[in-house]
């Protein structure tokens, strides 16, 4: 079903894996597509309540636009974007599940946006992030310059992009770029721990969550508020809740059904 990209599902996990390990993972519109279909595709399956993102190999995660591909193209620079990498970066925001970036090497330019739009990142401390538009006269884009400053802050985020620069996994974890750094050897372990907690996790909750925290640098407090409001009162009559509270009454562990 997809030419470029894995698309496994298995207890309560969706796994995507960029697969084009010959161009360290590069991305082209075929790609960029199948990535949003699978977005889509585990969205819609009730059963999935986390969502993993990877790449194939051991030297990379993406490593970026596949230029030669885009300078091919008739498209322009706008369409490509709009057509293709916009539609991508708001799938995973949009999801309503947690979408988990494994780096598993480095992620580089477009490939950085994409690591950058997931939830959560755990990388292999040998792995690198680099936003290295600058360094062929562009700047961040695929939704970059929206993620980078929420991560790091302006400052920190003017400088990462105006150089370009390699941030390895211990410093980009230090400066809140990704959210852990691990020895290469215990990443398998670390992501199938963290997969394994959102598999059982309030999921509406997690969905709730992640989509009024989306709205937060660009509201004010009432209009988070009334988010709040609003959510939390659906929330209230969710099974879930229901299954949490009484938990918490009866002193046991909640058995939550993402319902």
């Known amino acids: 079903m997809y030419q470029n990209i894995i698309y496994e599902s298995k207890n309560g ?28 595709e585990a969205e819609n399956d009730a059963t999935i309540r986390v969502v993993i993102l990877t790449g194939s190999g051991e030297k990379a995660f993406c490593s970026g636009a596949d230029l030669k591909d885009a300078l091919s193209s008739p498209k322009s620079a706008c369409e490509i974007l709009q057509e293709f ?88 974890e230090q400066i809140g770029l990704i959210n852990k750094s691990v020895p290469a050897e215990e990443l398998d372990r670390e992501i199938e721990q963290l997969s394994n907690y959102y598999r059982s996790a309030p999921t509406l909750a997690i969905a709730a969550m992640k989509k009024v925290l989306n709205e937060s640098y660009q509201s004010n407090l009432s209009q988070i508020q009334d988010f709040e409001r609003e959510n939390q009162e659906m929330l209230f009559k969710t099974r879930d809740a229901q299954e949490g509270i009484s938990a918490f009454l009866q002193k046991r562990k909640p058995d939550f059904q993402g319902e």
């Not at 894996?17 to 889509?40: C, D, G």
């Not at 991508?88 to 599940?97: A, F, Q, T, Y």
């Open 85 to 172: 990498y916009d539609p991508m970066i708001r799938s995973i925001r949009n999801i309503p599940k947690p979408v988990v970036a494994k780096l598993n090497g480095l992620a580089v330019g477009a490939g950085c946006s994409l690591a950058l739009a997931c939830d959560i990142i755990i990388a292999r401390e040998d792995a690198y992030l680099s936003l290295l538009f600058v360094q062929i006269g562009l700047m961040p884009d695929a939704g970059a310059t929206f993620s980078l400053p929420r991560r790091v802050g302006i400052a920190k985020a003017f400088e990462l992009s105006s150089t370009g620069r390699k941030v390895y996994a211990p410093e980009a």
């Open 13 to 40: 996990i969706a796994t995507i894996t960029l697969n084009r390990p010959e161009v360290y993972n590069a991305l082209n519109p075929v790609m960029i597509a199948e990535i949003t279909q699978a977005m889509q």
